[in-house]
């Protein structure tokens, strides 16, 4: 009796919606603490100028937050797109490369999100200031996503690239609220700023190669110095709760014995939440950072269905 082969199992269909593994929506949530973070430094500000204006509504938040989701997921659409022949080599699942979704899909989409993003920021702060200041850095966060997404690649300066996308969320959010650029908005975001310098760089490493140059990881302790050196109790708190966290995960990427770069970066993105509680803390509202604090908790649940990285 003659055995016939067995053919190989048809591939296996993705549990996720390939759209929502290009948009690593799972880290959406980041995005509305920076949100938020930005909106507390604007209004805190605002009432130390003496300028009678009324709290922001929850119509003028929910526009933030979801032209800066827009300008977040167009920003990863188009990660995608342009790294496409390297991630045919490397990386050939991700959703282009294999066939799931066409670039020129992903190219019309990211672009279309990232300047319906900034008209929606534009709009919001302009009917609350009078003011084309968000306009303005809405866009200059638009221009400065692209750039990261063309040069990242062997870019020595892709961590600072990085850490100005996320600065100029506070920016774009705190200038649509009151549109003065003030101190505690330039503190917040230098904060921000060296997070993601430090996270950005780490996230270089996660394909494979040990990380040989520590200088880089340094700024990664600007946001615990912030909490360290604010007044109250909360951001002194959420400050050693940021360190710990921190040092758990660069004893994932330090430490040869339990070497995990890319649940480090997941994690350390998931951080960016905390960052956030401090910048919010710091303004005096230690309730409005617990907002902050449960961002942190969903950006890790959401992180278990779709990958961060």
Known sequence: ??????????????????????????????????????????????????????????AHVLSLALALSLAYVGGMYLNDAFDREFDAQHRPER???????????VLTLGFGMLALGVVIAAAAGFARTQSPAAGIAAAALAATIVVYDLRHKGNPLSPVLMGLCRALVYATAALATYSAFTPGLFIGAIALLGYLIGLTYIAKHESGGSIVRLWPLVPLAVPVLHGALAPGLAPNALALALLAHTALNLRLVLSPAHRN?????????????????????????????????????????????????
């Open 95 to 105: 959703p282009i490369p294999s066939g799931a979704v066409s670039a020129r899909a």
């Open 261 to 309: 770069v890319p649940k480090a970066v997941s994690q350390l993105i998931a951080g960016i939440s905390l960052v956030d509680a401090i910048a919010i803390a710091a303004t005096g509202l230690p309730e409005l950072s617990l907002l902050a604090i449960a961002a942190f908790s969903l950006t890790r649940i959401f992180q278990r269905v779709v990958p961060g990285t």
């Open 1 to 58: 009796m003659s055995i016939r082969p067995s053919s190989p199992p048809p591939p296996k269909k993705p549990r996720v919606s390939p759209w929502l593994l290009l948009g690593r929506v799972s880290n959406l949530p980041t995005v509305w603490s920076n949100a938020l973070a930005g909106i507390a430094i604007a209004t805190t500000a605002q009432a130390a100028s003496g300028v009678a204006t009324p709290a922001p509504s929850a």
